[in-house]
Each structure stands twice: as structure tokens, then as C-alpha cells.
């Protein structure tokens, strides 16, 4: 099975979690199976799943180059990363990362891709009818398969498909816009289902798409010229244009967790992290990422939510109408996760940022300098090696190592490692960085 998993945006609904490099797709809320305090992201929910179903699948994210580090940190090495240089809506993404499976992983043209979003509540059953939609795609019988949802109540946030019968499988008949409660409700009437934008293809079918709609030659030449190209989303380009379209339906529980009133129907528990809820709390979801505890006292229908960019105190349903004012914040990004650990920003004063940073064992940051800023690590925990300008020098716990702006560093965790960095100057800024190779 092959799967292409869109990853999207910021997903500002979701603040202070989420912010413009840490979308909602890696927070980490579920449980993981058989632990007591360890707790997966959705991306890596999703990745679980779908190894569990087929372990020889070939997953592939399509995603923005903001988002990699965060992907190889949850995920692994091992998961193929189609990067989009510049955002242009799900056509020139899907054909990208089709191409990106033919002339990088050497897919053939004849086998079959299912793409679907990254962040889909669902559970297992959800995966056997991804697998299905695949080997139906190789059939032939259509030239796209899509996922039909059966529609629980007359929702306004999804379009729906009309099938030609209520078969498993069925052609398709129409398709239907996003309605208002009343419409949904008769489209429901007549068996619609709700288009989740899960679909399978043949390879070879958006590629020839492709080509008759882009002037490219392979992978590497859509890449290069990725940034000219005309922003369409894959339902104007290609679906709505395809005449030979089938839908298989789904019954089974399908979520979509995008505000955080959805989001907490999904929490297995009321707290997540230091809090405390006293008896007079009803229906109340805690989230605390700070080193702080967080007290509620005779709440009602509300969510709380703590990280170092900022405290969200919100009437359930109320919460899904953050976006707004959330695009009026324009702070520091506080916390991210990088392909070889994390950092959270502890504190900000005019000429000084002071950070923690986690190192995985076995990795290690870039080789780089800074022109305007002098660093100092302070070696907390563990083990590893730092490197300044070419020399090597062991450092443990109790460790300190200077660095003047200009000089050259980098440093690699033996261990886990923890470094509480120093940055002083008068104009720090993330966009003073110059990587450099690292000579071995």
C-alpha cells in the first residue's frame, strides 16, 4: 500500500499548542497503548496505525519545509518527506509527492496511491478501507476511488457525493458543495455521503493529469519550478473534470479533530499534564505543557490550555472561534521540535535569550555561526561533544562552554543531552545562521 498523508498548516485553532512550525498534528494528547504517562502525537497515531494494517506500506508526507524536523523527530528517518518549497493548494502537492514516489522511491506506474489528510481521528477499520480504496483503484474500473463517509448528522463543514446506488462500491453521480444544516439534510435524504478528501489512483493516472496541465519532466524538474506554478486545489484541477470517479463508503467512526471542542471528545482523560480539577468541575480538559501547576475550581464546559506561547481559557464551544484573534498575536515561537530534539525559549530580555535544549542520544545540531551574538552552553545532563571551530572537546553535566559570535559550532548528544544556552547581543535573531559542512 502506498499512502500519501497531507500534512497542512499552522492550524491556529489549536493555540497555544499550535503555533506557525508546530501544527496540530504533532501534539502530543492520545495515550500510546499500554503506557501509563506517555502520550503520541496524531501524525504518529496515524503512522502506528497504518504500519499495524500493512508493515511494508511506503508512507509518504506531503508537507511544507517548515514541518520536516518535526516529522524525522516523532517519526523517524525511515518515512519519506515530500517537501512543497512554497505553499500551492492540494493539486501541485499531490502531483509532487506522486512524482516524488515514481522517480524517488521508484513506485511503478501501474500501482495504486491513496492520499489522505494527516489528521483523521479514526480507528483501525479506518486503514483496512484505505487498503481497499487502493486495491480498488488497481482495478481499473475508475480512474479515481473515493472514500464516501456515511454522514452522522447534517454537517455544514464537509461536501458531499452523490452515489448512483447504495452499493459498497458505486459510481459516482454528482458531488454537492459545502450546504447549510437544511441543504445537508437533503442531500442526506437522497444517500449522500460526506467527502472527507480521502481518494485513491493509479500512478500513472495523475501523472499523465499532471503533464497535460504542467510543463515539467520528472521529480526533480517540478521541484525547481514548483514556485511558478498556478495555485489549484486537486478537486477543480482533476475531480470535478473526471467523468470515470467510484466512491466506496465507510461506516466506521471518523473524527475530524480541527477546534479544541473536538479535540477533547477525543482525550481519553480531564488532564494532561500538572492539573488539578476539584469535584464542581464539569466537562473540563486540561492541557498544561508549563512546569506550573494549573487549578480549576467549579468549571463548567470549558478548556484550558498551557504552553510557553501562551494560556487559552475558553468556553468549549466559544473555542472554536479562536482564529481571529489568534492572527493578531504575533509573538516569539516559544517551543519546537527539531530532527535532532527540542528547545523551548525560558526567557526574553532586550540583549539576551535563554533557552533549554533537549538532544536525542546520537544526534546533534548544525555546524554553524552566528555574526551578531555570543553563546554560552551550560551542560545540565548527559553526555556528548562540542565542537568550536574545528576542535573536539568531551562536556558532561556542570560543563560550560563559550562561544564568540563568528565562531564556528556545533554540538553532539553521546546521551541524551541537555544544554541550557545563553545567547547575548543586541539583535538576535533567528535569521542569524550560517550553516557550514561539518569535516569528519
Excluded at 472554536?320 to 489568534?326: M, W
Amino acid at each position: 500500500m502506498n499512502i500519501v498523508l497531507l500534512s497542512g498548516g499552522s492550524g491556529k485553532r489549536l493555540w497555544p499548542l499550535s503555533n506557525d512550525i508546530r501544527s496540530k498534528q504533532f501534539i502530543k494528547i492520545f495515550k500510546k497503548p499500554g503506557s501509563e504517562n506517555e502520550y503520541e502525537s496524531m501524525v504518529q497515531r496515524v503512522y502506528r496505525q497504518i504500519k499495524k494494517i500493512d508493515a511494508d506500506a511506503t508512507v509518504t508526507i506531503a508537507t511544507s519545509k517548515t514541518q520536516v524536523s518535526a516529522i524525522h523527530n516523532q517519526l523517524g528517518d525511515d518515512v519519506g518527506i515530500s517537501v512543497e518549497p512554497c505553499r500551492r493548494d492540494t493539486f501541485p502537492a499531490i502531483v509532487l509527492a506522486t512524482a516524488y514516489l515514481h522517480d524517488v522511491q521508484g513506485i511503478s506506474e501501474e500501482e495504486s496511491v491513496v492520499v489522505c489528510p494527516v489528521d483523521p481521528y479514526v480507528d483501525d477499520d479506518y486503514f483496512m478501507a484505505l487498503k481497499m480504496l487502493g486495491e480498488q483503484a488497481e482495478k481499473g474500473e475508475a480512474n479515481l476511488v473515493l472514500m464516501g463517509i456515511e454522514p452522522t448528522y447534517p454537517s455544514e463543514k464537509y461536501g458531499y457525493i452523490v452515489p448512483v446506488s447504495k452499493e459498497h462500491t458505486s459510481m459516482v453521480e454528482t458531488f454537492k458543495e459545502k450546504p447549510d444544516t437544511e441543504t445537508a439534510k437533503s442531500y442526506i435524504a437522497q444517500g449522500a455521503l460526506w467527502n472527507g478528501g480521502v481518494f485513491a489512483y493509479k500512478l500513472k493516472y495523475v501523472l499523465q493529469r499532471a503533464h497535460e496541465l504542467i510543463d515539467f519532466t520528472d521529480y526533480y524538474d517540478l521541484f525547481a519550478k514548483y514556485d511558478t506554478l498556478t495555485k489549484i486545489s486537486f478537486d477543480y484541477a482533476v475531480v470535478e473534470k473526471e467523468p470515470k470517479i467510484q466512491v466506496q463508503r465507510f461506516a466506521g467512526d471518523w473524527k475530524d479533530l480541527g477546534t479544541w471542542n473536538t479535540l477533547t471528545e477525543a482525550m481519553e482523560e480531564e488532564t494532561i499534564g500538572d492539573a488539578i480539577l476539584n469535584d464542581k468541575c464539569e466537562n473540563v480538559h486540561v492541557i498544561n505543557e508549563l512546569d506550573v501547576p494549573v487549578l480549576c475550581m467549579g468549571l463548567k464546559d470549558v478548556v484550558v490550555s498551557a504552553s510557553p506561547e501562551g494560556i487559552l481559557v475558553s468556553d468549549k464551544e466559544q473555542s472554536s472561534y479562536i482564529k481571529p484573534y489568534v492572527d493578531k498575536l504575533d509573538g516569539q515561537i516559544m517551543f519546537a521540535e527539531k530532527s535532532w530534539g527540542s528547545y523551548r525559549v525560558l526567557d526574553i530580555e532586550d540583549d539576551s535569550i535563554t533557552v533549554k535544549v533537549t538532544l536525542n542520544p546520537g544526534h546533534k545540531m548544525n555546524y554553524h555561526s552566528h555574526e551578531r551574538r555570543n553563546e554560552i552552553w551550560n551542560i545540565i545532563s548527559g553526555e556528548g561533544t562540542v565542537i568550536v571551530d574545528g576542535m573536539e572537546q568531551p562536556v558532561k553535566s556542570g560543563d560550560v562552554v563559550t562561544m564568540q559570535a563568528g565562531c564556528r559550532h556545533t554540538i553532539i548528544a553521546k546521551t541524551e543531552l541537555k544544554v541550557i544556552e545563553v545567547q547575548i547581543g543586541k539583535e538576535i535573531s533567528v535569521h542569524d545562521k550560517q550553516k557550514y559542512e561539518l569535516e569528519t
